[in-house]
């Protein structure tokens, strides 16, 4: 059990993950640096399926992924995805190597 402002949360209290640099690479994969200085990989596409990745598809508006407030984003902020998500996901670019 943890608090944050008075409020107590059960569990343990989980490190803020925010991304620091992202940038699209071939075949809808996405290579992310975090603020904890890890680098992972993340292979967007089994999410192309979903309605709200649908513009995605379009190589090109892929490939204008940007960072807003340490969340990856597409379309002007209107797409973006959970850094917690890249991490959990992601595999760590060491063992991509």
């Not at 992310?32 to 513009?55: M, Q």
């Not at 209107?78 to 992601?90: F, H, K, T, V």
Request: proline share 6%; hydrophobic share 40%.
């Amino acid at each position: 059990m943890y608090t944050v402002d008075g409020i107590a949360y059960a569990g343990n209290q989980q490190e803020l993950i925010e991304i620091m640099a992202v940038r699209a690479l071939p075949d809808y994969v996405l290579w992310v640096k975090f603020t904890n200085g890890e680098i992972k990989t993340f292979d967007f596409k089994p999410y192309l399926d979903k309605p709200v990745y649908a513009p995605l598809k379009d190589e090109e508006v892929f490939r204008s992924v940007y960072v807003d407030s340490g969340i990856p984003m597409w379309c002007d902020g209107d797409i973006d995805i959970a850094p917690e998500r890249l991490n959990q996901d992601g595999v760590s670019a060491a063992k991509t190597a």
